[in-house]
């Protein structure tokens, strides 16, 4: 991990640190000494712009859902069929994860310990419950097949996507953002789309 140097130090590059503390550290492994050396910056540096590192993870999870939310409000994700919205927010999905990569890690690694990780697991709920109706309303609108479960259906395609933060490296050569978001969209709608 590089260190950024102290006369360019901002609030965005603490909160960039932090993420990649918490997510090589575990965010209970990571104190605030760690957060100071990985920074390059004194504790009470920190301190000046944050409460604590519980505010940076909020932080970094806000970022994370402010992203996924955001997708929902889309208007491909608000008009036309059920089927095509759902396309469209998974296509999404996959594209927020890979720009956000880090801090949508961050995100799917919290466990409920604190606060900030209960209010972040209530957040991701309420997302994935949005998506699910999606789902339910492409099934009744019978663009679904009719033979795959609905909330099966739904728990295969977040572990799919979620399972690309185990894998992805965008300093890899390897497929870039809009390839991938293409692979998942291929595989999961020539799977559930109900033949025509």
Same mark, same amino acid.
């Given at each position: 991990?590089?260190?950024?140097?102290?006369?360019?130090?901002?609030?965005?590059?603490?909160?960039?640190?932090?993420?990649?503390?918490?997510?090589?550290?575990?965010?209970?492994?990571?104190?605030?000494?760690?957060?100071?050396?990985?920074?390059?910056?004194?504790?009470?540096?920190?301190?000046?712009?944050?409460?604590?590192?519980?505010?940076?993870?909020?932080?970094?999870?806000?970022?994370?859902?402010?992203?996924?939310?955001?997708?929902?409000?889309?208007p491909a994700a608000r008009e036309g069929q059920a089927v095509e919205?759902?396309?469209?927010?998974?296509?999404?999905?996959?594209?927020?994860?890979?720009?956000?990569?880090?801090?949508?890690?961050?995100?799917?690694?919290?466990?409920?310990?604190?606060?900030?990780?209960?209010?972040?697991?209530?957040? *991701?709920? @309420?997302?994935?419950? $949005?998506? %699910?109706?999606? &789902?339910?309303?492409?099934?009744?609108?019978?663009? !679904? *097949?009719? @033979?795959?479960?609905? $909330?099966? %259906?739904?728990? &295969?395609?977040?572990?799919?996507?979620?399972?690309? !933060?185990?894998?992805?490296r965008p300093e890899a050569r390897g497929a870039s953002g809009r390839?991938?978001?293409?692979?998942?969209?291929?595989?999961?709608?020539?799977?559930?789309?109900?033949?025509?």
């Amino acid at each position: 991990m590089t260190t950024p140097r102290r006369d360019t130090y901002t609030p965005e590059t603490l909160l960039s640190v932090a993420v990649q503390v918490f997510n090589q550290r575990g965010y209970d492994g990571t104190s605030m000494e760690h957060l100071s050396k990985a920074a390059g910056i004194s504790k009470s540096s920190i301190y000046h712009h944050v409460s604590g590192k519980e505010e940076l993870l909020k932080r970094a999870v806000s970022r994370a859902l402010d992203g996924l939310f955001a997708i929902l409000e889309e208007p491909a994700a608000r008009e036309g069929q059920a089927v095509e919205r759902l396309e469209h927010v998974v296509r999404r999905m996959v594209e927020v994860l890979i720009s956000e990569l880090p801090y949508v890690t961050l995100l799917l690694r919290v466990r409920g310990n604190t606060a900030t990780e209960r209010w972040a697991l209530e957040r *991701r709920r @309420d997302f994935d419950h $949005r998506v %699910a109706e999606l &789902l339910k309303a492409a099934a009744a609108d019978g663009d !679904v *097949r009719p @033979d795959v479960e609905v $909330r099966l %259906a739904t728990r &295969l395609v977040f572990g799919m996507i979620n399972s690309i !933060v185990e894998w992805y490296r965008p300093e890899a050569r390897g497929a870039s953002g809009r390839e991938v978001a293409d692979a998942v969209a291929q595989l999961v709608f020539s799977g559930l789309r109900r033949a025509a």
